[in-house]
C-alpha cells in the first residue's frame, strides 16, 4: 500500500480541526476512567434518569412488531407531524402546517443542526446566550458562521439584558439563538424580555432560533414562545424534541417547526444526510404526545422536589446558587472557594468522588460555576450536598 503523501495536519479540514473537544465530553472520559469505582455519584450527564414511560416504549416495541422497518417520508411521519403541529397550537400558541413547516430530526441536535446550515452564509454573525449548551459555538462554526456570544450573569439571574443584546446586533447578524430553561444555567426570560427582543428581532430583520428541549419542564410557571409574538412566527425557528420531557433521550426523536423555506432547505440538508428518524422511534414519539403527559407532569413534580433539595444543601454548605427555574441543572457557583471550575471538579470527583461539570465547559463566562444535573435520584442527590459540605469545609482548612 502507497503512504500517503498528505501530512497529517493537511488531512484534515482545517476549520473542524479547529475546534476545541467539547468540554463535557473530556469530563466523561475521565469519570468513565474511574469507572467500577462503586461510590462514584454523577451529577454531570444531562438525561432523566427516569426510564421512559412504558406505553411509550410498548408503541415502539408495537411498531417492529407490526413490522414497520421501512423508512418513513423524508419530512417524518405525517401522523407524527400533525400531533406535533397540534401540540404546538394547544401548548404554545404556535400554527403549523403539518405538510410544509414541520420537520421530524434525530434528536434536536439535527434540528440544530439542519437550521444553522439552512440559514448561515460564510461570515454570518450567529448571537448566542452564553454560559449554553456546549454544541452551539461548535454548529455555528462548522457552519462557517461567526458565534457572537452574549453573556449572561448571576446577580442577573442568567437572563437577557436587552441592551447588552442590542449593542451585539451589527449589519451582519443574521440570527439569535435563545435557549430557555436554558442548560446549563436553568434560567428562563419574562415576557417583557421575550418581548423585547422580538422587537429586536423584527427592527432588524434577524432571525431567531428557539430551542425549546426544556419547555415543559419549567417551575415557576410556564412562558408562551417566542415563535407565538406577533411577527415572529416568519422569523422563527422552533427546535424541539422528546428527549428531556418524555424521558426519550436514546429515541433519538427531534423536530423543527418553521417558514416554509426555511424548512424545505433543512430538508435538503436531511435528505441527503440523515434521510429519516427511526421509525419505531416516531411512532412513540407520536405514542408519547398521546398518552404521554401526565406522567411528564409526575417527572417535572419529581424534579422540582429534586431541584429544592439540591440548591438548600448547597446553600447550607455556604455556596451561593441561583434557584433554577427550569430544565434539571443547578449552576451553583464555587467562587468562594478559591478554586477555578475545573480544579474544583477534579478535585471533587478524585477526592468526594462526585462527577460535576466545569461551568467553563459552557463558554468563558461559566468560570466560578459547576454545573450539578438533579436527574438522579434524591438518594444520590442528598449524598451529594453531604460531600459536597465536606469538601468546601476541607478548603477552609
Ligand atoms: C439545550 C439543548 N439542546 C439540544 C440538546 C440535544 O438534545 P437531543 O437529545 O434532542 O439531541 C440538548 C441535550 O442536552 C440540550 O441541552
Request: with cysteine.
Amino acid at each position: 500500500m502507497k503512504d500517503s503523501k498528505l501530512l497529517p495536519k493537511e488531512r484534515l479540514s482545517k476549520h473542524i480541526a479547529s475546534l476545541p473537544k467539547s468540554g463535557i465530553r473530556d469530563f466523561f472520559e475521565l469519570v468513565n476512567n474511574m469507572n467500577g469505582d462503586e461510590e462514584i455519584i454523577s451529577l454531570g450527564v444531562g438525561e432523566p434518569d427516569f426510564v421512559t414511560p412504558w406505553n411509550i416504549r410498548e408503541a415502539a416495541i408495537y411498531s417492529i412488531e407490526k413490522g414497520h422497518t421501512s423508512y418513513t417520508s423524508n419530512l417524518g411521519l405525517l401522523s407524527l407531524r400533525k400531533a406535533i403541529c397540534r401540540y404546538l397550537e394547544s401548548d404554545y400558541g404556535c400554527s403549523y402546517c403539518p405538510e410544509n413547516e414541520c420537520i421530524v430530526t434525530v434528536g434536536v441536535s439535527e434540528a440544530f443542526d439542519l437550521a444553522i446550515r439552512a440559514i448561515t452564509n460564510p461570515g454570518d454573525e450567529i448571537i448566542y446566550v452564553e454560559p449554553c449548551y456546549v454544541s452551539y459555538n461548535a454548529e455555528i462554526r462548522m457552519a462557517l458562521g461567526v458565534p457572537v456570544a452574549l453573556e449572561t450573569r448571576e446577580e442577573n439571574e442568567f437572563s437577557v439584558d436587552v441592551e447588552e443584546l442590542r449593542s451585539k446586533v451589527t449589519p451582519k447578524t443574521k440570527a439569535i439563538i435563545l435557549n430557555f430553561p436554558c442548560n446549563p444555567t436553568g434560567a428562563t426570560i419574562n415576557l417583557q424580555q421575550m418581548k423585547a427582543i422580538a422587537e429586536i428581532a423584527i427592527e432588524n430583520d434577524i432571525l431567531v432560533m428557539s430551542d425549546e428541549i426544556y419547555s415543559e419542564l419549567t417551575y415557576e410557571g410556564r412562558l408562551p414562545s417566542i415563535a407565538s409574538l406577533p411577527g415572529m412566527k416568519e422569523r422563527c425557528i422552533f427546535l424541539h424534541g422528546f428527549s428531556k420531557s418524555f424521558a426519550m433521550t436514546g429515541f433519538r426523536v427531534g423536530f423543527a417547526c418553521g417558514p416554509a423555506d426555511i424548512i424545505a432547505s433543512m430538508m435538503k440538508i436531511h435528505q441527503y444526510s440523515m434521510m429519516c428518524a427511526s421509525t419505531s422511534s416516531q411512532e412513540a414519539a407520536e405514542e408519547a404526545l398521546k398518552s404521554g403527559r401526565k406522567e411528564m407532569e409526575k417527572m417535572r413534580e419529581e424534579y422540582m422536589e429534586r431541584r429544592n433539595v439540591m440548591v438548600q444543601g448547597f446553600n447550607r454548605a455556604g455556596l451561593s446558587c441561583f434557584l433554577p427555574r427550569g430544565a434539571f441543572y443547578t449552576f451553583p457557583c464555587i467562587k468562594s472557594t478559591g478554586l477555578k471550575s475545573k480544579d474544583f471538579a477534579m478535585r471533587f470527583l478524585e477526592e468526594y468522588k462526585v462527577a460535576v461539570i466545569p461551568g467553563t465547559a459552557f463558554g468563558k463566562c461559566g468560570e466560578g460555576y459547576v454545573r450539578c444535573c438533579y436527574a438522579a435520584s434524591m438518594e444520590n442527590i442528598k449524598e451529594a450536598v453531604r460531600r459536597i459540605g465536606l469538601f468546601v469545609n476541607s478548603l477552609k482548612g
